[in-house]
């Protein structure tokens, strides 16, 4: 059975840190990659997270994934992470606050190979619109 949880961090290092998004998105995910987790005004092929990951990079200053937790089971990883730095930069409609933020997110990922084919996610859209300023009470 290939190591998928070592191939996860791989990803999310390459995806990361002023990395090349369309070089590591090309890498790791499939052709017929599939994104199942609803990202308003994105699609669901590869181009979803590649439009996500470019717009966290430009927003966010020190844009990094800190990986918490992953389990592996058969071609599936499932992975707690955080997407962290500042806020530097328009995310989402928000304009740079300065704030820091730590974006929780589970994401299962599916392998075939050595490349992601599905992901299913959940990420705290609403916690870290809220960490950069656009909370109700701001």
């Known amino acids: 059975m290939s190591d998928y ?5 791989e990803m999310f290092t390459a995806i990361a840190a002023g990395g090349d998004v369309d070089a590591a998105v090309d890498k790791y995910m499939a052709e017929d990659f599939v994104e199942h987790e609803e990202v308003p005004g994105m699609g669901n092929t590869r181009d979803t997270p590649r439009q996500l990951f470019k717009m966290m990079q430009a927003a ?6 800190d990986v918490h937790d992953m389990l592996q089971d058969g071609d599936k990883v499932v992975a707690r992470v955080s997407f962290v730095g500042t806020h530097t930069g328009e995310f ?3 304009p740079a606050s300065g704030n820091p933020v730590n ?3 589970i994401d299962i990922i599916r392998f075939r190979g050595d490349q992601c084919v599905d992901h299913w996610g959940v ?5 870290a619109l809220a960490q950069m300023g656009a ?3 701001n």
């Open 5 to 9: 949880k070592a191939l996860t961090q």
């Open 60 to 65: 966010i200053t020190d844009f990094h994934v």
């Open 92 to 94: 989402m409609g928000v």
């Open 103 to 105: 974006i929780n997110a």
């Open 123 to 127: 990420m705290d859209m609403a916690g």
């Open 135 to 137: 909370g109700p009470n």
